[in-house]
């Protein structure tokens, strides 16, 4: 990783060197370990602060919409997914933005690692050889990496960045194993048993917002549920209410989700949202052979419209 983090800040020197862009958005070390943090820099000699380790997990993309200058953004697989569809949207140009694409392992669950430790302290994190080391006062936690992943990158089939200007690193292998086959075990349960547990899911989900706040393609001024004339849903925590919010959030983001799993990271209450969000990725994907980020020549099937189209779903039978 340390390899990475010095090429990427020599592909950030010379960027700014050059004047090609104004502004790099990419990861620093974070006060915690476990963590990295999002870090915008300007000069040439903060390329220094540039890190790049397993605890990336932010989508950066999140902070592209509505710039001005010229920017360049460190980007990993599901960023630079994000970054196709917030162009596709006009959300920022493609000329706007140099992208700098780096192939993605997987980044580490902090929440799934810091459970193995039955609440000690983290004092140090290190990574080497497949493992994750975790130090504290008298302890050393020996843990295999692959086993502790978030879960988005533990189903994740594109680990190379689709688009890039400059490419960090080598590329990695992408996974053979069925996509979907989390979802094919839901679909089977009845409709019962699917409709319970997503209500004991929303049930937990106090109306913080974070993952809307943590999602790239949630970018819009005024959110349909802070909206008052009209107020399209109560303000409550109500379960009505709340799962408004979500299966409403969910359709938004139908054809549009990359499933970086930003939001599920956020939620401070554990709310399984990656279910209903992969539910429709999986949807789309069998109804329009389609996968959001893919392709910057593709529109998303929700985002098109064929007049001729007949609409018998809206008919009666």
């Known amino acids: 990783m340390s390899e990475l983090s010095g090429q990427?800040?020599?592909?950030v020197r010379k960027l700014l060197r050059q004047k090609e862009v104004d502004l790099v958005i990419g990861f620093e070390a974070g006060t915690l370990p476990l963590h990295s943090t999002p870090c915008f820099i300007r000069e040439q000699q903060e390329a220094e602060r540039l890190i790049w380790n397993s605890f990336c997990d932010n989508n950066l993309a999140k902070y592209l919409g509505k710039r001005q200058e010229k920017?360049?953004?460190?980007a990993k697989s599901c960023d630079a997914r994000a970054i196709v569809e917030l162009i596709k949207e006009k959300q920022i140009s493609r000329e706007q933005v140099v992208i700098v694409g780096v192939p993605c392992h997987g980044m580490i669950d902090r929440r799934r690692a810091e459970?193995?430790?039955e609440g000690k302290e983290i004092l140090e994190a290190e990574e080497n050889?497949?493992?994750?080391?975790?130090?504290?006062?008298?302890f050393t936690k020996v843990l295999?990496?692959?086993?502790?992943?978030?879960?988005?990158?533990?189903?994740c089939f594109h680990r190379n960045p689709v688009i890039y200007d400059i490419l960090i690193g080598d590329g990695v292998a992408e996974k053979a194993t069925d996509q979907y086959s989390d979802i094919a075990e839901f679909e089977a349960k009845s409709t019962e048993?699917?409709?319970?547990?997503?209500?004991?899911q929303v049930s937990k989900c106090i109306r913080c917002y974070a993952c809307?706040?943590?999602?790239?393609?949630?970018?819009c001024r005024e959110c349909f549920v802070d909206n008052t004339h009209p107020q399209w849903t109560g303000k409550t925590t109500d379960i009505s209410d709340t799962m408004i919010f979500h299966l409403m959030r969910a359709f938004h983001l139908a054809g549009r989700c990359v499933g970086c799993g930003a939001c599920e990271r956020a939620c401070p209450m554990k709310v399984d949202i990656r279910k209903l969000n992969r539910k429709l990725v999986s949807d789309v994907k069998v109804l329009f052979d389609y996968e959001a980020g893919i392709s910057l020549d593709r529109t998303a099937p929700l985002a098109t419209f064929k007049p001729d189209d007949p609409e018998g779903f809206m008919l009666n039978p």
């Open 212 to 219: 809307r706040n943590a999602c790239p393609l949630c970018y």
């Open 115 to 117: 459970a193995e430790l």
């Open 8 to 11: 990427i800040r020599e592909a």
């Open 144 to 155: 295999k990496r692959s086993d502790y992943l978030c879960y988005g990158c533990e189903v």
């Open 129 to 138: 050889d497949g493992e994750l080391t975790l130090k504290g006062n008298g």
């Open 193 to 200: 048993e699917r409709w319970r547990y997503i209500s004991d």
């Open 71 to 74: 920017i360049a953004i460190i």
